[in-house]
């Protein structure tokens, strides 16, 4: 599957943003789907996850209670609300989908089956 991110940018420390992400070239359906973040020289982080069904969800205790993943199905595409951001949060953020037909525990250890290209998101103090 082949994922497209976008929504990320400058936003002051307080701030909202949603970040999308745009699936193609399979049954969308078919994958659990997770968002991670790596900031500069740090590695890549867990973030997010959703299952298949957008049923579960699975968060890093860093966004819990600010962040929110979800999935539209009808248009292959997964989001990420993010509320009170902090300049901590600041970091380039990829989505990622797990192997097919997985489950969401996958995406959460980072057995990822594709990669996006990832979106900046900056959030000044």
């Known amino acids: 599957v082949q994922l497209q991110a976008s929504g990320g940018g400058l936003v002051q420390a307080g701030g909202s943003l949603r970040l999308s992400c745009a699936a193609s070239g399979r049954t969308f359906s078919n994958y659990a789907m997770g968002w991670f973040r790596q900031a500069p020289g740090k590695e890549r982080e867990f973030v997010a996850a959703i299952s298949w069904s957008g049923g579960s969800t699975w968060y890093a205790d860093s966004v819990k209670g600010r962040f929110t993943i979800s999935r539209d199905n009808d248009k292959n595409t997964v989001y990420l609300q993010m509320n009170s951001l902090k300049p901590e949060d600041t970091a380039v953020y990829f989505c990622?989908?797990?192997?097919?037909?997985?489950?969401?525990?996958?995406?959460?250890?980072?057995?990822?089956?594709?990669w996006g290209q990832g979106t900046l998101v900056t959030v000044s103090s």
């Open positions: 990622a989908a797990g192997p097919n037909s997985g489950p969401i525990r996958e995406v959460v250890v980072g057995n990822v089956g594709s």
